[in-house]
Nanobody, 124 residues
Framework: QVQLVESGGGLVQAGGSLRLSCAAS????????LGWFRQAPGKEREFVAA????????YYADSVKGRFTVSRDNAKNTVYLQMNSLKPEDTAVYYC?????????????????WGQGTQVTVSS
């Protein structure tokens, strides 16, 4: 079993940057592909980015491509989401999730474990 805890959210002006972290418990962190999702008020949870088990492959939603970068440090059991050039429409609760069997899935149902989320607010 994996427990995920996100951190790093906050309030930032448009054009600014934030780095989210997601720390995982357990000794099998490298057995999971990791994904980042977000959910804005009144909207469905949407895929943001994913990274493969070893970190060599990444995948992004078109809306964040070129602005966000996902990375992981398996020695620290942590996955990161570097967010640059933030826009007001990036405002949401951001969640990390772990998927044991697939990589690049944009479907929330494919992920086995979820964190509690961290709020990101981008002011205009």
């Amino acid at each position: 079993q994996v427990q995920l805890v996100e951190s790093g959210g906050g309030l930032v002006q448009a054009g600014g940057s934030l780095r989210l972290s997601c720390a995982a418990s357990g000794r099998t962190f490298s057995s999971y592909a990791l994904g980042w999702f977000r959910q804005a008020p009144g909207k469905e949870r949407e895929f943001v980015a994913a990274i493969s088990w070893g970190g060599s492959s990444t995948y992004y939603a078109d809306s964040v491509k070129g602005r966000f970068t996902v990375s992981r440090d398996n020695a620290k059991n942590t996955v990161y989401l570097q967010m640059n050039s933030l826009k007001p429409e990036d405002t949401a609760v951001y969640y990390c999730a772990a998927d044991r069997t697939s990589f690049r899935s944009t479907n929330t149902n494919d992920y086995d474990y979820w964190g509690q989320g961290t709020q990101v607010t981008v002011s205009s």
